[in-house]
């Protein structure tokens, strides 16, 4: 059954990195409670209550909305293979988007990626395990590159363009925080 940790331990970190995609929750206040899937070489566990993940262009934006209303994450990984684990890590996250200052030191800890919007650097308070018995077994095929080629094609101020006309809302009205 689930067990708490104060911090992230060796074998947490080790599960971390087998693990091929996580998922990422936030709430407002109010509105939609937002849960993405996250994939990619995209996350970095920094310390024993740190983590940070790059948040790559999508059609939303919610995470970043999300924080400035409420400030509070949870990261999820659970394990598709053989041994049956679910790890949650809940607390507190920042978010430097792209061209702000640190942007340079977060966005460098992470291969180049021309979609790169966002890192989130969040402080864990509380490390979760438990069973994971009901999560199916799914076999890992590949990477996506389709948006990849989706940035690549667009070029740096189609991105930036689309990031302005679909990433400064949320979907509940509320503002990103996303630089003009």
Known sequence: MAKQFPSFDAAHESFIAQQHIFFVATAAPDGQVNLSPKGRDSLR??????????????????????????????????????????????????????????????????????????????????????????????????????LEKWAEDRGPEGVAAYWQQKNRQSIDGFPTGLPA
Not at 80 to 97: M, S
Not at 104 to 125: C, K, S, W
């Open 45 to 146: 566990v920094l310390g024993p209550n740190r983590l940070a993940w790059r948040n790559l262009t999508g059609s939303g934006n919610e995470t970043a909305a999300h924080l400035l209303r409420a400030n509070r994450m949870t990261v999820m990984w659970c394990s598709f293979t053989t041994r049956p684990l679910i790890l949650r890590a809940y607390g507190t996250a920042t978010v430097t988007h792209h061209g702000e200052p640190g942007w340079d030191d977060l966005n460098g800890l992470f291969p180049p990626e021309p979609g790169a919007r966002q890192v989130f650097d969040m402080t864990v308070d509380l490390v979760q395990t438990s069973c994971g018995y009901a999560v199916p077994f799914m076999d890992f095929r590949a990477e996506r590159d389709t």
